[in-house]
Nanobody, 122 residues
C-alpha cells in the first residue's frame, strides 16, 4: 500500500534550525494535500503546516514566519523547514498525506508516518 517515512528530527538549541523530510512510497495514484502535525503528552495532535498539490499552504499561528512547508512532487516528498526553533516546538512530528491509491483512484485516504522527534533545548 502506502508508506510515509519521516527523517530529520533531532536535538537542536533554541534559535536553531531543522529540516524535516517525509517521503511517500507504495501503490500511489495521486497525492493530494500533505502536511505536518505534532504531538506532545500535554496536547492532542495539532496541525503545524499543510500544503496542497498545487502549492497552497497554511500554518498554525504558532509557527507562522518561522516554518516553511514545501513539496517535491517528483519525489513524493514533503519538507518542513523549521527556523528560529523554540522549546515549545519540542514534539513528535508526524507526516500526513491524503493519497489516492491505485486500487481506489477515485477517492483519497489519510496516511500517517510513525513520527520523528524534535527536541529544542533552552
Amino acid at each position: 500500500q502506502v508508506q510515509l517515512v519521516e527523517s530529520g528530527g533531532g536535538l537542536v538549541q533554541a534559535g536553531g534550525s531543522l529540516r524535516l523530510s517525509c517521503a511517500a512510497s507504495g501503490s500511489i495514484f495521486r497525492i493530494n494535500d500533505m502536511g505536518w502535525y505534532r504531538e506532545t503528552p500535554g496536547k492532542q495532535r495539532e496541525l503545524v503546516a499543510r500544503i496542497s498539490s498545487v502549492g497552497s499552504s497554511n500554518y498554525a499561528d504558532s509557527v507562522k514566519g518561522r516554518f516553511t512547508i514545501s513539496r517535491d512532487n517528483a519525489k513524493n516528498t514533503v519538507y518542513l523547514q523549521m527556523d528560529s526553533l523554540k522549546p515549545e516546538d519540542t514534539a513528535v512530528y508526524f507526516c500526513n498525506a491524503d493519497i489516492q491509491v491505485i486500487m481506489r483512484p477515485k477517492s483519497g485516504m489519510d496516511y500517517w508516518g510513525k513520527g520523528t522527534l524534535v527536541t529544542v533545548s533552552s
